[in-house]
């Protein structure tokens, strides 16, 4: 059960959208649509930001969605702030019931 | 609202048990039906998770920790515990306790608890 695969790092100016991939196989991403997404500052517990592939809980800026195309999910932030600049995770719920991650994502804002 | 606070030694030595206790405020643990949860970090590095606690009482486990981990519930002070046998440096992270309305979905966090191997 590997994590699953994100880009190291991404980046944008403010005002810019951004993407963030998360690629998995048919056994996590690609079998279920319970893929969420999680923001994390430096020093921080993880927030939730996104859940079940493109849902935003209640309080969530709407600068937050989220998308799924097989294997792969994304999280787009559009409209980039310098307070997004964060580490990001992915999430999925994985066959036999079981949680995987992502590699994480640090996202810069320039 | 709901909160949860982990507690515990931050120092174990190798080939020990790690043991912490997350405790829940805000609501009763036995009530609705939640996921309690155990996710581990170390430090500069990703996101694990350990397994978790079902509000009936089943527990669900990450595969290569399964022989290792234990969680259970006390009802009677609203916490709910992990323990870890024979801890290795590789187990030293900070460790979280979360909640979720779904098996895969963590929307309360604690702050987090440091634990370190070493002897």
């Known amino acids: 059960q590997s994590a699953l695969t994100q880009p190291a790092s991404v980046s944008g100016s403010p005002g810019q959208s951004i993407t963030i991939s998360c690629t998995g196989t048919?056994?996590?991403?690609?079998?279920?649509?319970?893929v969420s997404w999680y923001q994390q500052h430096p020093g921080k517990a993880p927030k939730l930001m996104i859940y079940?592939?493109?849902h935003r809980p209640s309080g969530v800026s709407i600068r937050f969605s989220g998308s799924k195309s097989g294997d792969t999910a994304s999280l787009t932030i559009s409209g980039l702030q310098a307070e997004d600049e964060a580490d990001y995770y992915c999430?999925?719920?994985?066959?036999?019931?079981?949680?995987?991650f992502g590699t994480g994502t640090k996202v810069t804002v320039l | 609202q709901v909160q949860l606070q982990e507690s515990g030694p931050g120092l174990v030595k190798p080939s020990q048990t790690l043991s912490l206790t997350c405790t829940v405020s805000?609501?009763?643990?036995?009530?609705?039906?939640?996921?309690w949860n155990w996710i581990r970090q170390p430090a500069g590095k990703g996101l694990e998770w350990i397994g978790r606690?079902?509000?009936?009482?089943?527990?669900t486990y990450k595969p290569s920790l399964k022989s290792r981990v234990t969680i259970s519930v006390d009802t009677s002070k609203n916490q709910f515990s992990l323990k870890l046998t024979s801890v290795t440096a590789a187990d030293t992270a900070m460790y979280y306790c979360?909640?979720?309305?779904?098996?895969?979905?963590?929307?309360?966090w604690g702050q987090g608890t440091m634990v370190t191997v070493s002897s």
């Open positions: 048919s056994s996590d991403v690609g079998g279920y649509n319970y």
């Open positions: 999430g999925s719920y994985a066959i036999g019931g079981t949680q995987i």
């Open positions: 606690l079902y509000t009936s009482g089943s527990t």
């Open positions: 979360a909640r979720g309305e779904s098996p895969d979905v963590f929307d309360i």
């Open positions: 079940d592939v493109n």
């Open positions: 805000g609501a009763s643990i036995s009530s609705g039906s939640y996921y």
